[in-house]
């Protein structure tokens, strides 16, 4: 067990629609990370936060964002769903905001369907 | 950019046979480096990592791995393959704040 917990683990919604994922960090850690995963993409960083401020933002659509709340856990918003946002979603954690100092601790991730 | 290579999409092993993943890097610096496996419906679970001194570096289940600056690699071994090391395995390199760059993966087929 990581210590990262991920909520829902499964999520099945129609194009057009909006849906929040949910993770909270393992215990201490401080930074959050979103990654996608798909079979063409493979594992995408999306955005990091760090004690509630973003830090680095990747392949991220402007139809997603995401905040990092003061009780640390995450939330990722996706909007205006498409077919092709069909993926899982990982949440990793980390002690510091590096990713080199410390290692990112993974969450199961969430199984997002549009259809 | 800081990159990894993982030039076999698909290993298939015989159950107790010896493994050898490959993983190239492009890095300006000593790299750090970690090997994560993902087992189906998981999250990725860290193997093992290296940041610095003995470049063989050991890790959970029994994995190894060998930092070989000459060759910019970082293979992942294991001498003995249990069937329950079926399962998707990443090399990363730190993308700075970006957390971690990952190679495409390696599936890791084992044959009974």
């Known amino acids: 067990d990581s210590g990262v917990t991920q909520t829902p683990k499964h999520l099945i919604t129609a194009t057009g629609q909006r849906v929040t994922l949910r993770c909270s960090p393992r215990?201490?850690?401080?930074?959050v990370y979103w990654y996608q995963q798909s079979l063409d993409q493979g594992l995408q960083f999306l955005i990091q936060?760090?004690?509630?401020?973003?830090?680095a933002k990747g392949n991220i659509l402007e139809r997603f964002s995401a905040q990092q709340f003061p009780d640390l856990h995450s939330e990722l918003n996706l909007s205006s769903l498409e077919l092709g946002d069909s993926a899982l979603y990982f949440c990793?954690?980390?002690?510091?905001?590096?990713?080199?100092?410390?290692?990112?601790?993974f969450g199961n991730g969430t199984r997002l369907t549009v259809t | 950019a800081q990159s990894v290579t993982q030039p076999d999409i698909h290993i298939t092993v015989s159950e107790g046979a010896s493994l050898e993943l490959r993983c190239n890097y492009s890095?300006?610096?000593?790299?750090?480096l970690f090997w994560y496996v993902q087992s189906p419906g998981q999250g990725l679970q860290l193997l093992l990592k290296?940041?610095?001194?003995?470049?063989l570096v050991q890790g959970i289940k029994g994995f190894e791995a060998e930092f070989k600056r000459s060759q910019s690699s970082f293979n992942l071994r294991k001498p003995s393959v249990h069937w329950s090391d079926a399962a998707e395995y990443f090399c990363?390199?730190?993308?700075?704040?970006?957390?971690?760059?990952f190679g495409k993966g390696t599936h890791l087929i084992i044959q009974p």
């Open positions: 990793a954690s980390s002690l510091t905001d590096m990713g080199g100092d410390s290692p990112l601790h």
């Open positions: 990363a390199v730190p993308g700075g704040a970006d957390g971690l760059t």
């Open positions: 936060y760090y004690n509630g401020e973003e830090r």
């Open positions: 290296y940041f610095s001194g003995d470049t």
């Open positions: 890095y300006g610096a000593t790299p750090y």
């Open positions: 215990s201490g850690d401080l930074s």
